[in-house]
């Protein structure tokens, strides 16, 4: 088994750089499966920042060969639970095939004080598609 730890410069950086945003783990028999690290985004709003998390979430699928189709698990972080539908709308529009596992959590706040939503995923690459 491989692993890579990566930080694309396609997507933005880690703000305190002491974490890599991808874990690539190579599976035997070709593909792999891909763990993001939590994201935030800037943004006034909660939809605002949703939709900056996804497409900084797409920008690191994409630098390693997958899309947001090949997200097979999604965790996400909400610092008011009774917004979920608001950020579901979000989501929606994001990934809009066959749903992936999910979990969601309400938490007191995040480690950016502005942040009011973070999101983690795994996906799984196909054996045909590498890195860029």
Known sequence: MRI????????????????????????????ALLYLSGQVADGVGLAEQSRGVFETIDALLKAHGATLADVINIRT???????????????ARYLTGTPPTSM???VSRLFRPE???????????PAARGPE
Do not use: C, H, M, W
């Not at 974490?19 to 028999?29: F, H, K, N």
């Open 77 to 91: 972080y909400l610092t008011d639970i009774t917004r979920l539908p608001e950020y579901g709308a979000v989501r």
């Open 115 to 125: 942040a009011l939503i973070e999101i983690e995923v795994v996906a799984a690459v």
């Open 4 to 31: 890579t730890l990566d930080n694309p410069a396609a997507a933005p950086q880690p703000a305190n750089g002491y974490y890599s945003q991808v874990a690539r783990v190579e599976l035997a028999g070709g593909g």
């Open 104 to 106: 969601t959590f309400e």
